[in-house]
């Protein structure tokens, strides 16, 4: 089982994520990586295949930015564990990241369609539909949130999900379908969390 955390507020969000990580790596992982919105009107994408601690030192000179962000630990199911497969993954367009604990049952299906309608697959991984799937749903004119929601419908299997988007950039989306890994919520003083397990 890999790990899952979130964070949103006006705290830096990269340290807070890198630490939630750390705290979630007793559940085994293959590659890490983390998803932050920058100040610019994109999402700045960090990951390592190995240990957390490798895509830390990557990060040593790196200026982080951004007061919200998503990351994850992952344990590969669909794809080898490396750098071009490990979370975030994004849609066609880099606004919509996504990382997700879980197996996407229908992702063939969902892939096929998706590729019919012009999306652009770069991993070899399951998830990778659901970023996908978000995006078509915001083209639509859905807020994220409804994007996310629309998503979350069309996905078969025990999923764990967090989004960010660019197009929404003060919000942060996740949703659990059946037993893939909790989701739980921390609430603190003009900040939320997000992670697959207390600590
Ligand atoms: N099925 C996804 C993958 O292979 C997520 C695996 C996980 O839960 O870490 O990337």
């Given at each position: 089982m890999c790990g899952?955390?979130?964070?949103?507020?006006?705290?830096?969000?990269?340290?807070?994520?890198?630490?939630?990580?750390?705290r979630l790596e007793y559940r085994g992982y293959d590659s890490a990586g983390i998803a932050l919105p920058d100040l610019h009107g994109g999402i700045a994408i960090h990951k390592a295949p190995g240990k957390l601690s490798g895509l830390i030192q990557s990060l040593a000179s790196v200026a982080l930015q951004g007061t919200s962000g998503i990351g994850h630990t992952r344990w590969a199911t669909h794809g080898t564990p490396t750098m071009v497969n490990a979370h975030p993954h994004t849609d066609c367009t880099g606004n919509v990241a996504i990382v997700h604990n879980g197996i996407v049952e229908n992702f063939v299906e969902l892939k096929r369609e998706?590729?019919?309608?012009?999306?652009q697959f770069t991993s070899e991984t399951?998830?990778?539909?659901?970023?996908?799937?978000?995006?078509?749903?915001?083209?639509?004119?859905?807020s994220l949130q409804e994007a996310v929601r629309s998503a979350a419908l069309r996905i078969e299997g025990a999923n764990a999900v967090?989004?960010?988007?660019?197009?929404?950039?003060?919000?942060?989306?996740?949703?659990?379908?059946?037993?893939?890994?909790?989701?739980?919520?921390?609430?603190?003083?003009?900040?939320?969390?997000?992670?697959?397990?207390?600590?």
């Amino acid at each position: 089982m890999c790990g899952i955390v979130g964070y949103i507020g006006d705290r830096p969000a990269a340290p807070i994520l890198l630490d939630g990580l750390a705290r979630l790596e007793y559940r085994g992982y293959d590659s890490a990586g983390i998803a932050l919105p920058d100040l610019h009107g994109g999402i700045a994408i960090h990951k390592a295949p190995g240990k957390l601690s490798g895509l830390i030192q990557s990060l040593a000179s790196v200026a982080l930015q951004g007061t919200s962000g998503i990351g994850h630990t992952r344990w590969a199911t669909h794809g080898t564990p490396t750098m071009v497969n490990a979370h975030p993954h994004t849609d066609c367009t880099g606004n919509v990241a996504i990382v997700h604990n879980g197996i996407v049952e229908n992702f063939v299906e969902l892939k096929r369609e998706l590729e019919d309608t012009g999306h652009q697959f770069t991993s070899e991984t399951d998830s990778e539909v659901i970023p996908h799937l978000v995006e078509s749903y915001l083209s639509q004119g859905l807020s994220l949130q409804e994007a996310v929601r629309s998503a979350a419908l069309r996905i078969e299997g025990a999923n764990a999900v967090v989004a960010a988007s660019q197009r929404d950039p003060e919000r942060i989306v996740a949703f659990r379908l059946g037993n893939a890994g909790g989701i739980v919520v921390g609430y603190g003083e003009n900040e939320m969390l997000l992670a697959s397990d207390l600590p």
